[in-house]
């Protein structure tokens, strides 16, 4: 970990013990990503095996939350830390909430992308749905990177990109409304279509909660329900 | 505070600091109870101003759980507690933090309200979604008295209620779908209850968390990703 606060740690084992339950919490942030690439790749290729495998590895990411959730109240009991490191311990607590609810929507698409698999109907939409895909995985990716790196202005940045995610949504929401008053039989399979774009908005949300969380940590503010207007100021003022 | 735990503190103080935090996180409850009453109100009555007033008190929820979660990590911070004492100020983390999203909810609910209060149409699928309603809100009130007793066993019975939320929404769902081919001119307001119905879906979901905390807290076993049998185990098996 780079920064001040651990190397002033006198207890090694502890700086340990920090670096590890990290080092962790971006492998949890691995796997997620990667269960979310998959199952956006389910819904383009209409690809149901792959559909499947991101729900049959859900478990794995209940799995790890559980488990890094278990070591970090450990290390609060055991290490009463204070300062930076009990903020860090505090962003990794809620780090990984965010990251088993994008774990959840990803499984959600990845269920719509097997239901929607065996359907015909004109795929326009998905025109929309995919960017908007790409774009949520970047914002994921992005603050996860943030979160590696404990860069909040990276973070700033990142939350900055929801925005766009939630007018993307309306806009593909627009579009699938017109679709299905043209052709009501198509509701029941738009509507899978809406759930895949919501379940986006919603992961959107949480890479920013993660942005959020490592400004919390650098900077020791709680900058959760604030403009990123002002989120820029916390950060610039440092 | 009734349980071994915090009569055994030697400083007073800290008890009193537990008591008071656990205090405000249920009158935090208290107010999205009444926010979440308010927005049901004002969608069965169609009442605009009463869905404005659940909007413009939202911000209110929101500062409570900013407040809570820096009294949460200040005590953490001083008192470095251990065991139980721990595991409340977790459990009073994660709960603020479902109250803060069920607070979300209502405000969406509010805000559909408001939508669908102009327009005309059946509103037979209003029955379902009365129903529905009540039965989240029941849950959320039966989950925040758990808390309040910090009884797991009530938890558990309330955390099994959960399903039948879940079955409640796919059923307004095929309702409402049923109900947008036969018209489609009515897609839109459709949606919108498709909207409040996935809503009251989620708070369904957050006050089973909140059950969950409970259960962390007084069993020291963490209930998450489990299923309703399994849970009656753990705290039966006490």
Same mark, same amino acid.
């Given at each position: ?98 990251? @088993? *609810?994008? #774990? =959840?929507? $990803?499984?959600? /698409?990845?269920?719509?992308? &097997? ?7 004109? +795929? ?76 986006? @908005? *919603?992961? #959107? =949300?949480? $890479?920013?909660? /993660?942005?959020?969380?490592? &400004? ?7 900058? +959760? ?14």
């Amino acid at each position: 970990m780079s920064g001040n606060t651990t190397s002033q740690h006198i207890s090694k084992q502890f700086d340990n013990e920090l670096e590890h339950i990290r080092t962790r919490v971006l492998s949890m942030g691995g796997l997620v990503e990667q269960q979310l690439t998959n199952a956006l790749r389910a819904l383009t290729e209409a690809n149901i095996e792959l559909g499947q495998s991101v729900i049959d590895e859900e478990i794995k990411v209940n799995t790890l939350e559980v488990a890094i959730d278990e070591e970090c109240t450990r290390i609060l009991a055991r290490r009463q830390p204070a300062a930076g490191d009990l903020r860090l311990l505090v962003a990794v607590a809620k780090t990984i909430t965010d990251l @088993e *609810r994008v #774990g =959840d929507e $990803a499984e959600k /698409i990845a269920k719509m992308a &097997i239901h929607l698999a065996g359907k015909q109907g004109p +795929r326009s939409y998905y025109i929309g749905i995919n960017a908007m895909g790409i774009h949520v995985r970047k914002m994921l990716h992005g603050s996860l990177d943030a979160f590696a790196r404990m860069d909040s202005k990276a973070a700033v940045e990142v939350a900055g990109k929801e925005p766009e995610s939630d007018e993307q949504y309306v806009a593909i929401l627009r579009q699938l409304i017109t679709y299905m008053m043209e052709d009501p039989r198509s509701i029941t399979s738009s509507l899978d279509a809406v759930w895949v774009a919501r379940a986006m @908005e *919603r992961i #959107g =949300d949480h $890479a920013r909660n /993660i942005c959020e969380s490592v &400004i919390y940590f650098v900077e020791g503010k709680d900058v +959760r329900h604030i403009s990123i207007e002002q989120m820029e100021r916390e950060v610039g003022a440092k």
